[in-house]
């Protein structure tokens, strides 16, 4: 999602995840060429380093690529979102500490800036979240150990709350092949990570495969 985005008026887009990162290393430049061939509303930056400092200057060289291009930043600690300068969190929560972790990074950063929800592994958390002023909710997103839940749960997920609900929600596509599959079961938004930082051919021509898939395999009437 872009920094203004809604439901109603974005067509699907992209969301970029970065690897956990403890420096920005050489990420600015390969980011710099994905969202310059794809239409990417939003990157999520893991943070590896977990100290401030480090985190600033992460965020501080991923901004200066995203910024100028209209993308939303967000990070994975709320606790750190607005002294670092990033746009938002993305926040994994399970069971237990959904309520209470949404609620804390929703208090410290609504309506300033974007709170989506991730690492759902069951329905009735999805609504639960969805009850919540977050900005989107997400699916099939890799776990902190790498674990990534199979593709056909998350297009079952996407598809049940595409038809339902109004919350936009990010369908995380462990290939790019997957990319055409997760538009037409209605994501709002389409994930990548690995299938696009690890593509030999650079990430640039990887975003511009995945775009094509997207653009050609847009969301079915009724959905999205």
């Not at 609900?165 to 055409?180: E, G, H, K, S, Y």
Request: net charge negative.
């Amino acid at each position: 999602m872009s920094k203004n985005a809604s439901k109603n008026d974005n067509p699907q887009r992209f969301y970029l995840m970065l690897p956990p990162l403890d420096e920005a290393g050489d990420f600015p430049e390969r980011l710099a060429d994905a969202l310059d061939r794809a239409d990417v509303a939003c990157v999520l930056a893991p943070l590896a380093a977990r100290d401030e400092g480090s985190a600033k200057k992460i965020v501080k060289a991923l901004i200066a690529v995203t910024e100028p291009r209209g993308v939303a930043l967000l990070i994975d600690d709320a606790s750190i979102v607005a002294r670092s300068g990033a746009d938002g969190a993305h926040v994994r929560v399970t069971g237990e500490t959904l309520e209470k972790a949404l609620g804390a990074a929703i208090e410290a950063l609504k309506p300033d800036r974007i709170v989506g929800a991730g690492g759902l592994k069951a329905k009735h958390d999805a609504m639960v979240a969805g009850e919540f002023d977050v900005d989107y909710i997400s699916f099939g997103d890799p776990a902190p150990d790498g674990y990534t839940p199979p593709i056909e749960q998350t297009l079952e997920r996407v598809s049940w709350w595409a038809d339902i609900f109004n919350v936009p929600c990010v369908a995380f596509a462990p290939t790019i092949a997957d990319v055409a599959a997760l538009g037409k079961a209605g994501a709002d938004f389409v994930a990548l990570r690995d299938a696009i930082w690890n593509d030999p051919r650079g990430a640039g021509d990887a975003m511009s495969e995945a775009q094509a898939l997207l653009d050609a395999n847009p969301a079915q009437a009724g959905q999205g």
